[in-house]
Antibody, heavy 118, light 113 residues
C-alpha cells in the first residue's frame, strides 16, 4: 500500500528556511492532493497547506506568506518550504494524502521533528 | 486558539459509549459535509477514523460513528475498549477566508477508565 516518508534537516536556525520533502512509495503521486500538517510538542494539529499534482496549492492563511509547496511527479515527491522560521515553528511535521476536500487525509507519514534553534 | 472547539478530555469505562463534540461555524462544520475525525496514539501519526461527517474508511471498526447537527459534529465510540484511549481531532473544510483551507479542533484526550 501507499507509504509516505518525510525527510529533511532536524535543526534549522532562526530566520532561515525550513525545507522538507515527502516521498511517496507503493503508489503514484498523481491525481491526489498532498498536505503538510504540523504538531508542536504536546499541542494540537495545524494544517499548513496542500498541493495537487498539477501544482495548484491551498495554504493556511496564517502561514501563507511564508509557505511554498512544490511537487516533482518524476520522483514521486512533494516538498515544503517555510521561510523566516522562529522557535514557534518547532514541531513534528507530517505529510498526508487526500483525494479532494472530501474523503479526509487517509494516508500519513510517520512525521519528522524539526527544531528551530541557534 | 483552534478554529474548531472540542472538549479537552472525556472518559468512559470499557463497554460504555462516549461522544466527542466538535463545534464550529456556518463557514466550516455547519456549511459543508467535509468533517473528518482522526485518532492519534502517543508518538504516532494520526489515523483517519471518519470522513465526510459519517463515513468510515475501510478497516475502521463500526464502533466508531459520526454525525452532525447544525454547527456541531460528533464522534461516538461505542463498546469502549482499552485500545481506544488516544487523542481525537476533528477537522473541517472552511471558507472563512478568501480561499478555502482545512481547520482542526484542539483535540480531545479520551481516557478509558
Amino acid at each position: 500500500q501507499v507509504q509516505l516518508q518525510e525527510s529533511g534537516p532536524g535543526l534549522v536556525k532562526p530566520s532561515e528556511t525550513l525545507s522538507l520533502t515527502c516521498t511517496v512509495s507503493g503508489g503514484s503521486i498523481s491525481s491526489y492532493y498532498w498536505s503538510w500538517i504540523r504538531q508542536p510538542a504536546g499541542k494540537g494539529l495545524e494544517w499548513i497547506g496542500r498541493i495537487y499534482t498539477s501544482g495548484s496549492t491551498n495554504y493556511n492563511p496564517s502561514l501563507k506568506s511564508r509557505v511554498t509547496m512544490s511537487v516533482d511527479t518524476s520522483k514521486n515527491q512533494f516538498s515544503l518550504k517555510l521561510s523566516s522560521v522562529t522557535a514557534a515553528d518547532t514541531a513534528v511535521y507530517y505529510c498526508a494524502r487526500s483525494l479532494s476536500w472530501s474523503y479526509g487525509m487517509d494516508v500519513w507519514g510517520q512525521g519528522t521533528t524539526v527544531t528551530v534553534s541557534s | 486558539q483552534s478554529a474548531l472547539t472540542q472538549p479537552a478530555s472525556v472518559s468512559g469505562s470499557p463497554g460504555q459509549s462516549i461522544t466527542i463534540s466538535c463545534t464550529g461555524t456556518s463557514s466550516d462544520v455547519g456549511g459543508y459535509n467535509y468533517v473528518s475525525w482522526y485518532q492519534q496514539h502517543p508518538g504516532k501519526a494520526p489515523k483517519l477514523m471518519i470522513y465526510d461527517v459519517s463515513n468510515r474508511p475501510s478497516g475502521v471498526s463500526n464502533r466508531f460513528s459520526g454525525s452532525k447537527s447544525g454547527n456541531t459534529a460528533s464522534l461516538t465510540i461505542s463498546g469502549l475498549q482499552a485500545e481506544d484511549e488516544a487523542d481525537y481531532y476533528c477537522s473541517s473544510y472552511t471558507s472563512s477566508s478568501t480561499l478555502p483551507y482545512v481547520v482542526f479542533g484542539g483535540g480531545t484526550k479520551l481516557t478509558v477508565l
